[in-house]
C-alpha cells in the first residue's frame, strides 16, 4: 500500500520568516495530494491541495509544489504568522473506486510561529 | 461546502460496554465514508473504508467485530466500539469525500474508557 513520510516533525520559526514542509510517497498511483492543518482537540482542515497533473500551486501565503518523477511534495508558508502554529499533515490517494479513495497521512509536522 | 457532522463529541464509557458514533453527511451524498482513529500527538490511522449498501472494507490489524461499521444510508455512517477498553480510548475522526471536492472531516469523538 501507499506510505507518506513527512518531516521534518517540529518546525519552530519566528514570525515573518517561511517554513516548508516536505513529503515522499510511495505509490506511483496516487495523483491527489492534500494538506491539513490540525489544531489540538479539532478536525482536520484542508488549506491546500494539488492533484498529479499541476506542479504547483498557490493560495496567498500558501503553495504547494509536486515533483511527480522524485514522488515528492512540499508545502510553503510565507510570512508565517503566530496563528499557523499547529499540527500539519500531508496526504496522498489515488483515484478508483471504494478503498482506493482512501487518504494515506503522513506523520504530521508540529509549527510554532514565536511572534 | 461540504459539512460532515459526527456525534458526539466526547463520550466516557464503561469498560465493557458499547458505544456508537454518527457520522453524517449533510449537504450531500456519501457512497464512502472513511473512519479514522488518532492518539494523542501522533497522525491519523484509517481504520476502515465504509460503502453505502455493503460490508465495510478494513485496514490491517483493525479488528472487524470490535470495530462495527454501518453504512445504511447515502448520508449516515456508525461506528461502534463494542466491549470497549481502556486501550479503546482515542479520537475518531470520520471522512466523507465529495466528488471533485476533496474530503471533509467530521469534528471528531472524544471517547474515554473507564
Known amino acids: 500500500g501507499e506510505n507518506v513520510e513527512q518531516h521534518p516533525s517540529t518546525l519552530s520559526v519566528q514570525e515573518g520568516d517561511s517554513a516548508v514542509i516536505k513529503c515522499t510517497y510511495s505509490d506511483s498511483a496516487s495523483n491527489y495530494f492534500p494538506w491539513y492543518k490540525q489544531e489540538l482537540g479539532k478536525r482536520p482542515q484542508l488549506i491546500i491541495d494539488?492533484?498529479?497533473?499541476?506542479g504547483e500551486k498557490k493560495d496567498q501565503r500558501i503553495a504547494v509544489t509536486l515533483n511527480k518523477t522524485a514522488k515528492h511534495f512540499s508545502l510553503h508558508i510565507t510570512e508565517t504568522q503566530p496563528e499557523d502554529s499547529a499540527v500539519y499533515f500531508c496526504a496522498a490517494s489515488k483515484g478508483g473506486g471504494g478503498s482506493n479513495y482512501k487518504l494515506t497521512f503522513g506523520k504530521g509536522t508540529l509549527l510554532t510561529v514565536n511572534p | 461546502g461540504a459539512v460532515v457532522s459526527q456525534h458526539p463529541s466526547w463520550v466516557i464509557c464503561k469498560s465493557g460496554t458499547s458505544v456508537k458514533i454518527e457520522c453524517r453527511s449533510l449537504d450531500f451524498q456519501a457512497t464512502t465514508m472513511f473512519w479514522y482513529r488518532q492518539f494523542p500527538k501522533q497522525s491519523l490511522m484509517l481504520m476502515a473504508t465504509s460503502n453505502e449498501g455493503s460490508k465495510a472494507t478494513y485496514e490491517q490489524g483493525v479488528e472487524k467485530d470490535k470495530f462495527l461499521i454501518n453504512h445504511a444510508s447515502l448520508t449516515l455512517s456508525t461506528l461502534t466500539v463494542t466491549s470497549a477498553h481502556p486501550e479503546d480510548s482515542s479520537f475518531y475522526i470520520c471522512s466523507a469525500r465529495r466528488e471533485a471536492a476533496g474530503y471533509t472531516f467530521g469534528s471528531g469523538t472524544r471517547l474515554t474508557v473507564v
Open positions: 494539488i492533484r498529479s497533473n499541476v
